[in-house]
């Protein structure tokens, strides 16, 4: 079974440019979820989808960060304009549901963004 | 809110010795989960363990042991003569059974260095 895949692996930009992250997730899996790991931090959630609805954005940079699952399946995460506090890894996550809580968030690489 | 402290923020063994990974969480709910993630250098965040709030047992999987303690809230993972492949950053993670969505918190993280 393939894994979560995720592109880029590797960015640098300027400040104040745009950028983007895609993500496939695993087949067949409905709840598809974005963090920000920052170095020496533990990851934290930015959006979770369900199917291609958001069901939690409470963390997200909304006047910057932007993302969309429009069929439910492959998700796109926008950053516009960046900052450099925006340098993390890009995690993405998918799960067969997200209800019950208990079940298990399969991650990909990563996509490691240094803001210049 | 919810919360996750791991306080040992690097650990160093020799190979072949035991090792302990602390774990301590914040949780208002009574029903929630926690799980244990490996991060190797690769940066890809691998599931190790779950362990739902109403099962208190002991786990052991080859090298690896987990101890739940709700007197304490504590959520400790022991590994059992380490190796070279152990080291890894790991992180401790929690996720209540709310209304909607499977948001993990995670903790910090304890950058495990195993050396020959």
């Known amino acids: 079974e393939a894994g979560v895949a995720q592109s880029p692996r590797y960015k640098i930009i300027e400040k104040r440019q745009s950028v983007a992250f895609w993500c496939n997730p695993i087949?067949?899996?409905?709840?598809l979820y974005w963090y920000q790991q920052i170095l020496g931090q533990g990851p934290k959630l930015l959006i979770q989808f369900q199917n291609n609805g958001v069901v939690d954005d409470s963390q997200l940079p909304k006047d910057r960060f932007s993302a969309e699952r429009l069929k439910g399946v492959d998700s796109t995460l926008k950053i516009q304009p960046a900052k450099l506090e925006d340098s993390a890894v890009y995690l993405c996550a998918s799960s067969s549901e997200g209800f019950p809580s208990y079940n298990e968030q399969f991650f990909g690489p990563g996509t490691r963004l240094t803001v210049l | 809110a919810q919360k996750v402290t791991q306080a040992q923020t690097e650990i160093s063994v020799v190979e072949k010795e035991d090792v302990t990974l602390d774990c301590v969480y914040e949780?208002?709910?009574?029903?929630?989960?926690l799980f244990w993630y490996k991060q190797p250098p690769s940066g890809e965040l691998v599931f190790l363990i779950r362990?739902?709030?109403?099962?208190?047992q002991n786990e052991i999987s080859g090298r690896y042991s987990w101890n739940f303690q709700k007197s304490t809230s504590s959520f400790n993972f022991t590994i059992t003569a380490s190796q070279v492949v152990d080291s890894a950053v790991y992180f401790c993670a929690l996720s209540e059974a709310r209304g909607g969505g499977n948001k993990l918190t995670f903790g910090t993280g304890t950058q495990l260095k195993v050396e020959l």
């Open positions: 949780t208002r709910d009574t029903t929630y989960y």
């Open positions: 087949s067949g899996h409905a709840t």
């Open positions: 362990r739902n709030s109403f099962d208190e």
